[in-house]
């Protein structure tokens, strides 16, 4: 522990502590002002006013109280002591003065070293003596009471009114992009608006960033995955692959962290006393006879306080909306819950659910009553009685009871708190004040201490002052540095060129404040960083100031203060006396200068819900903040503009891992169906593994799907609209994949011939739009077959017999594909496999497929959605009907509940002739690929030099507006997983056999 507090006096010793401003010039560059420029206290002989003046004040009492003793030891004692006096007032200790660090120490001494938690049945026991171990409710727990989203914390007086009343809620705001990952001008645009925000506010405002472990129990992802299980029943093989895939989950969950963004709002009795005063228009002459015939305040009401707060709450929640942010009112599980996450941080925290017991009528003091039980953060179940007989909190629920630790203890340089039933959860804690800032600051600098992967937790808090005030100190500042200009110039002497400086940039400041384009805010930035044990958090301590060294930011061990640092970072209202018991300097900044500290990325990417994809890594790498990655193209909580998703990149770089991960993974949690058209037979491991839930089809031998199917049903029918479906698909579609299927371009003659005998053969079985408008269930019956289709075409009138046999000839050759009675049903995975097929028939399946998937919807309905994955689509890109098919798909089948999945190994071709798939698309996984064709997407620096690095596994992750990268999961401890995704042939010839198995004696 020693060498930790040496560590960080080191850390302080070479930058004396003092605040920092900045300034931006023309070019947009932050530029420093001198701290000294913000330091409005006059310096005389270089000694505070205060420290000139308690040193005069304690010289003339020592001459006073030695006055009747002689000369020479009057001399003596008046000189020996006033040495003791300035040396306690000018000797610093640990970065604060001699005085202040014997009254801590003298605090310290004082205060209670070990609390424990008693139950409320114990009664509360006060003890004077402080080796005496008191309630940690008591001591270490603000005092208060929830109601609903708002806590409340009061003194009564003797008479039982409220004579100071303080009420806060806690927001939780959530951003939907990577700071560090947005271009220049965007975070220039942002930072603006921040510093607009910062301005408008006249009260203080709380911010909290924490970064804590992943609780796999509390992730929405896991438990929606464990909830998939039970739906699986009928598909034992999926339900084994989903355990498998759990088990993997909760493995990478371990090295995974979340970071929480909130604002703490909070306002109190005296401040509404106070706007009340400012509030009413009175003169000088009044203010005299207030002061002659003083009278007793109106005392505010609750009501009052209260809906000061919403107005704050309110007035908040829009600046922070203006930010494209998500702002949401914690209710009262979430608050405690949060507020216990920051009490006992790095803990496993209870879920505060209400356990309803049975109805009380023993007596008549609880007749009428419900019995209620809550498990507190101590472990322990607290029972209340509650006219209410639903199972939610009631309101005035004590704080202090729910929320006690199990036992805290104290120590000079770091505290502990242990929550559970047994104190079998203990966590250490060490908070650190930031006392100055570097020369220059980049917007969002503070990601680069909330990625740094270690627990912690900083607070800001921010206080608004005054413009009125601020501009008459800063022109006392210039007129003192006026002064001296002009003195040194009439003394012919030269004027120090940090005095010109601060003369430029004070009259800077200065014409900001007057032109309200600036405000001062007076600042608190707290850093707490915990651990498991004290080793760990020497450890992390060491890292997290070496970081800071070379961020130039100065910072001081808040030493015999660090419960007051605990205190401070809890997400309450900062009282009036605790910033200036942990700091004595107040840190004045102005707002482009705070608006650097706010950022609110969470880095975490993806959906609430669906496929386990990997994890995102925000920050340096080696020790970064690594979050997980789930995708559901129809997620209800994030709703995407459209389901479709493209998989760009070069051979090799993980294309088909990643895409049969997604794959799995959709049919693991019950999402989709998916229907694969493989062309490399990729799929083939799976389709052997999930046995009857798979069903694969060699396109090169037949085609069990009806060429001639009409992709519509009956809710496709409008009598109101004139339009003849059957002519639409016929003139639209049919002709197209005709004219495919014939392997040449159709002359009028032949599309003319084709289409009669189309027509003819639809309404031989009934399928044309007076039938369908009688009765829109024709379209349920099945079309004519593809045989039924030559026999009439071998009937209809045409301009030249010539062609006729052209065409009959023609597609007599590939009748064979087409068997009568083609029915064909979609398992949960469906593969057309077309790796034998010749290259020129792949846009006529395509065109097959297109047609069937949207006869399917048509037909079946939207009960699940659907998945349709197109493997190498560069192949079809090169036909201009192909194209224009997946073009319509991309487009189109959102409607339908289709995600169409788009796979290219050549990103080059693919980005300049599947421009359309792409921006019709709200999902990217681009992988590896050369800087000429990342360049055209136009994306950050950071991930532009990812895709041209081409490392396997590692993408560039787009999920509608959200952009990050992604290290795909590896499935280390699922050998089965492996070996169905890998396409490696070493990798599969290795695994196989430990694949089979597995999956033989799981079933």
């Given at each position: 522990m020693g060498q930790g507090t040496a560590a960080c006096q080191t850390a302080e010793q070479p930058c004396p502590p003092g605040p920092t401003a900045m300034?931006?010039?023309?070019?947009?560059?932050?530029?420093?002002?001198?701290?000294?420029l913000l330091q409005f206290e006059e310096r005389i002989f270089g000694m505070t006013l205060t420290q000139l003046l308690l040193s005069l004040a304690a010289g003339v009492l020592l001459l006073a109280l030695t006055g009747g003793m002689p000369f020479v030891p009057r001399l003596w004692v008046a000189g020996?002591?006033?040495?003791g006096i300035?040396?306690?007032?000018?000797?610093?200790?640990?970065?604060?003065?001699?005085?202040?660090?014997?009254?801590?120490?003298?605090?310290?001494?004082?205060?209670p070293k070990q609390a424990r938690f008693r139950p409320p049945s114990a009664g509360a026991v006060h003890h004077l003596w402080p080796r005496v171990d008191p309630a940690a409710s008591q001591h270490w727990v603000p005092a208060g009471e929830l109601r609903g989203s708002i806590a409340r914390s009061g003194t009564r007086g003797s008479d039982g009114r409220i004579t100071a009343l303080t009420c806060w809620a806690i927001l939780e705001l959530r951003s939907s992009s990577m700071l560090?990952?947005?271009?220049?001008?965007?975070?220039?645009?942002?930072?603006?608006?921040?510093?607009?925000?910062?301005?408008?506010?006249?009260?203080?405002?709380?911010l909290l960033w924490i970064v804590e472990p992943l609780d796999p129990a509390r992730d929405p992802a896991l438990e929606a995955q464990q909830q998939a299980l039970d739906q699986l029943d009928a598909w034992p093989q999926l339900q084994h692959l989903q355990r498998e895939s759990l088990q993997e989950q909760l493995h990478q969950h371990a090295h995974c962290s979340q970071i929480r963004h909130l604002a703490v709002v909070s306002v109190s009795s005296h401040e509404v006393a106070r706007s009340r005063q400012e509030d009413q228009d009175s003169s000088q002459l009044q203010h005299v006879f207030a002061l002659l015939t003083p009278r007793r305040p109106r005392p505010v009401a609750e009501v009052e306080v209260?809906?000061?707060?919403?107005?704050?709450?309110?007035?908040?929640?829009?600046?922070?909306?203006?930010?494209?942010?998500?702002?949401?009112?914690?209710?009262?599980?979430?608050?405690?819950?949060?507020?216990?996450?920051?009490?006992?941080?790095?803990?496993?925290?209870?879920?505060?659910?209400?356990?309803?017991g049975p109805h009380r009528q023993e007596s008549r003091a609880h007749a009428g009553r419900w019995m209620k039980r809550l498990r507190g953060l101590h472990g322990q179940l607290l029972s209340y009685a509650s006219p209410r007989p639903q199972a939610t909190l009631d309101p005035g629920l004590p704080l202090a009871e729910v929320l006690a630790p199990s036992a805290v203890e104290v120590s000079a340089h770091a505290l502990s708190v242990s929550v559970g039933d047994h104190a079998q959860q203990r966590r250490y804690l060490r908070t650190y004040e930031v006392r100055g800032l570097p020369a220059e600051l980049s917007y969002g600098w503070l990601e680069g201490l909330t990625s740094l992967g270690i627990p912690l937790i900083v607070t800001l808090h921010c206080q608004p002052l005054p413009s009125r005030i601020m501009l008459r100190r800063l022109e006392v500042q210039r007129t003192r540095l006026e002064s001296q200009r002009l003195a040194d110039r009439k003394a012919l002497r030269l004027t120090r060129a940090d005095v010109e400086l601060e003369a430029t940039q004070l009259r800077a400041l200065i014409e900001a404040l007057a032109s309200k384009t600036l405000t001062f805010h007076s600042i608190q930035l707290l850093l707490a960083v915990h651990a498991s044990t004290l080793e760990r958090l020497e450890e992390r301590t060491r890292y997290l100031?070496?970081?800071?060294?070379?961020?130039?930011?100065?910072?001081?061990?808040?030493?015999?203060?660090?419960?007051?640092?605990?205190?401070?970072?809890?997400?309450?209202?900062?009282?009036?006396?605790?910033?200036?018991?942990?700091?004595?300097?107040g840190t004045t900044l102005p707002s482009d200068v705070v608006a650097t500290c706010l950022s609110w990325s969470n880095g975490r990417v993806g959906t609430p819900s669906g496929a386990y994809l990997g994890t995102s890594r925000q920050g340096p790498q080696g020790a970064a903040v690594a979050l997980p990655v789930y995708l559901n193209p129809w997620d209800d909580t994030k709703r995407l503009p459209n389901p479709h998703i493209v998989i760009c990149g070069e051979s090799g770089m993980g294309k088909s891992w990643l895409a049969k991960t997604l794959i799995l993974g959709l049919l693991c949690t019950h999402t989709a169906d998916v229907v694969v058209l493989d062309?490399?037979?990729?799929?083939?491991?799976?389709?052997?593994?999930?046995?009857?839930?798979?069903?694969?089809?060699?396109?090169a031998g037949h085609c069990p799907i009806n060429p001639l199917e009409l992709p519509y049903g009956p809710g496709d029918v409008d009598l109101a609209d004139p339009v003849d479906l059957v002519a639409e698909h016929i003139e639209q579609h049919l002709l197209s994949g005709l004219a495919l299927l014939y392997g040449e371009a159709l002359s009028r003659a032949q599309e003319a011939a084709l289409t009669h005998a189309a027509r003819l053969a639809y309404a031989e079985r009934g399928l044309h739009m007076d039938a369908i408008r009688r009765d829109p269930q024709v379209l349920l019956q099945e079309p004519p077959t593809f045989s039924a289709f030559l026999e009439v075409l071998r009937t209809v009138p045409t301009a030249s017999e010539v062609q006729r046999e052209m065409l009959v000839e023609r597609f007599d050759q590939v009748a064979y594909l087409f068997t009568e009675h083609m029915t064909l049903t979609l398992t949960p995975l469906t593969i057309f496999a077309i790796g034998k097929l010749d290259k020129r028939w792949y846009p006529f399946m395509n065109y097959v497929i297109h047609n069937f998937v949207q006869r399917y919807r048509a037909v079946h309905g939207g009960g699940r959605y659907l998945a349709y994955i197109v493997e190498e689509a560069s192949y079809l890109l090169e036909h201009p009907e192909s194209r224009r098919y997946l073009e319509a798909g991309a487009r189109g089948f959102r409607k339908l509940g289709i995600a169409q999945i788009t796979i290219s190994q050549h990103p080059a071709d693919f980005l300049e002739a599947g421009q359309v798939v792409l921006a019709n698309s709200s999902t990217w996984f681009l992988l590896g690929m050369q800087r000429q064709a990342a360049q055209r997407l136009q994306l950050p620096e950071e991930l532009e030099r990812l895709l041209a690095e081409a490392r396997p596994g590692r993408v560039v992750f787009r999920c509608g507006r959200e952009l990050a990268p992604l290290d795909v999961v590896t499935y280390r401890h699922s050998p089965l997983l492996q070996a169905l995704l890998t396409t490696d042939p070493r990798d599969r010839q290795r695994l196989a056999r430990v694949g089979r198995a597995q999956l033989s004696g799981s079933l």
């Amino acid at each position: 522990m020693g060498q930790g507090t040496a560590a960080c006096q080191t850390a302080e010793q070479p930058c004396p502590p003092g605040p920092t401003a900045m300034l931006k010039d023309r070019s947009g560059t932050h530029r420093a002002v001198p701290s000294q420029l913000l330091q409005f206290e006059e310096r005389i002989f270089g000694m505070t006013l205060t420290q000139l003046l308690l040193s005069l004040a304690a010289g003339v009492l020592l001459l006073a109280l030695t006055g009747g003793m002689p000369f020479v030891p009057r001399l003596w004692v008046a000189g020996v002591s006033l040495s003791g006096i300035m040396l306690l007032l000018h000797g610093r200790v640990g970065g604060v003065s001699l005085v202040c660090w014997l009254y801590l120490l003298g605090r310290f001494w004082w205060l209670p070293k070990q609390a424990r938690f008693r139950p409320p049945s114990a009664g509360a026991v006060h003890h004077l003596w402080p080796r005496v171990d008191p309630a940690a409710s008591q001591h270490w727990v603000p005092a208060g009471e929830l109601r609903g989203s708002i806590a409340r914390s009061g003194t009564r007086g003797s008479d039982g009114r409220i004579t100071a009343l303080t009420c806060w809620a806690i927001l939780e705001l959530r951003s939907s992009s990577m700071l560090r990952l947005l271009p220049q001008h965007e975070q220039e645009q942002l930072l603006s608006r921040c510093q607009r925000f910062l301005d408008g506010l006249s009260f203080p405002v709380k911010l909290l960033w924490i970064v804590e472990p992943l609780d796999p129990a509390r992730d929405p992802a896991l438990e929606a995955q464990q909830q998939a299980l039970d739906q699986l029943d009928a598909w034992p093989q999926l339900q084994h692959l989903q355990r498998e895939s759990l088990q993997e989950q909760l493995h990478q969950h371990a090295h995974c962290s979340q970071i929480r963004h909130l604002a703490v709002v909070s306002v109190s009795s005296h401040e509404v006393a106070r706007s009340r005063q400012e509030d009413q228009d009175s003169s000088q002459l009044q203010h005299v006879f207030a002061l002659l015939t003083p009278r007793r305040p109106r005392p505010v009401a609750e009501v009052e306080v209260e809906r000061a707060l919403r107005i704050r709450l309110a007035t908040v929640k829009s600046g922070l909306e203006a930010l494209d942010l998500q702002v949401r009112l914690l209710d009262a599980r979430a608050f405690l819950s949060t507020f216990a996450s920051c009490l006992a941080p790095g803990t496993s925290v209870p879920s505060f659910e209400v356990e309803l017991g049975p109805h009380r009528q023993e007596s008549r003091a609880h007749a009428g009553r419900w019995m209620k039980r809550l498990r507190g953060l101590h472990g322990q179940l607290l029972s209340y009685a509650s006219p209410r007989p639903q199972a939610t909190l009631d309101p005035g629920l004590p704080l202090a009871e729910v929320l006690a630790p199990s036992a805290v203890e104290v120590s000079a340089h770091a505290l502990s708190v242990s929550v559970g039933d047994h104190a079998q959860q203990r966590r250490y804690l060490r908070t650190y004040e930031v006392r100055g800032l570097p020369a220059e600051l980049s917007y969002g600098w503070l990601e680069g201490l909330t990625s740094l992967g270690i627990p912690l937790i900083v607070t800001l808090h921010c206080q608004p002052l005054p413009s009125r005030i601020m501009l008459r100190r800063l022109e006392v500042q210039r007129t003192r540095l006026e002064s001296q200009r002009l003195a040194d110039r009439k003394a012919l002497r030269l004027t120090r060129a940090d005095v010109e400086l601060e003369a430029t940039q004070l009259r800077a400041l200065i014409e900001a404040l007057a032109s309200k384009t600036l405000t001062f805010h007076s600042i608190q930035l707290l850093l707490a960083v915990h651990a498991s044990t004290l080793e760990r958090l020497e450890e992390r301590t060491r890292y997290l100031l070496a970081h800071l060294r070379d961020q130039q930011v100065r910072v001081r061990a808040l030493a015999y203060r660090h419960d007051l640092g605990w205190h401070a970072c809890l997400p309450a209202p900062m009282t009036h006396t605790l910033p200036v018991a942990i700091s004595q300097e107040g840190t004045t900044l102005p707002s482009d200068v705070v608006a650097t500290c706010l950022s609110w990325s969470n880095g975490r990417v993806g959906t609430p819900s669906g496929a386990y994809l990997g994890t995102s890594r925000q920050g340096p790498q080696g020790a970064a903040v690594a979050l997980p990655v789930y995708l559901n193209p129809w997620d209800d909580t994030k709703r995407l503009p459209n389901p479709h998703i493209v998989i760009c990149g070069e051979s090799g770089m993980g294309k088909s891992w990643l895409a049969k991960t997604l794959i799995l993974g959709l049919l693991c949690t019950h999402t989709a169906d998916v229907v694969v058209l493989d062309r490399d037979g990729d799929y083939d491991a799976i389709h052997a593994a999930l046995g009857g839930a798979s069903q694969r089809i060699n396109l090169a031998g037949h085609c069990p799907i009806n060429p001639l199917e009409l992709p519509y049903g009956p809710g496709d029918v409008d009598l109101a609209d004139p339009v003849d479906l059957v002519a639409e698909h016929i003139e639209q579609h049919l002709l197209s994949g005709l004219a495919l299927l014939y392997g040449e371009a159709l002359s009028r003659a032949q599309e003319a011939a084709l289409t009669h005998a189309a027509r003819l053969a639809y309404a031989e079985r009934g399928l044309h739009m007076d039938a369908i408008r009688r009765d829109p269930q024709v379209l349920l019956q099945e079309p004519p077959t593809f045989s039924a289709f030559l026999e009439v075409l071998r009937t209809v009138p045409t301009a030249s017999e010539v062609q006729r046999e052209m065409l009959v000839e023609r597609f007599d050759q590939v009748a064979y594909l087409f068997t009568e009675h083609m029915t064909l049903t979609l398992t949960p995975l469906t593969i057309f496999a077309i790796g034998k097929l010749d290259k020129r028939w792949y846009p006529f399946m395509n065109y097959v497929i297109h047609n069937f998937v949207q006869r399917y919807r048509a037909v079946h309905g939207g009960g699940r959605y659907l998945a349709y994955i197109v493997e190498e689509a560069s192949y079809l890109l090169e036909h201009p009907e192909s194209r224009r098919y997946l073009e319509a798909g991309a487009r189109g089948f959102r409607k339908l509940g289709i995600a169409q999945i788009t796979i290219s190994q050549h990103p080059a071709d693919f980005l300049e002739a599947g421009q359309v798939v792409l921006a019709n698309s709200s999902t990217w996984f681009l992988l590896g690929m050369q800087r000429q064709a990342a360049q055209r997407l136009q994306l950050p620096e950071e991930l532009e030099r990812l895709l041209a690095e081409a490392r396997p596994g590692r993408v560039v992750f787009r999920c509608g507006r959200e952009l990050a990268p992604l290290d795909v999961v590896t499935y280390r401890h699922s050998p089965l997983l492996q070996a169905l995704l890998t396409t490696d042939p070493r990798d599969r010839q290795r695994l196989a056999r430990v694949g089979r198995a597995q999956l033989s004696g799981s079933l």
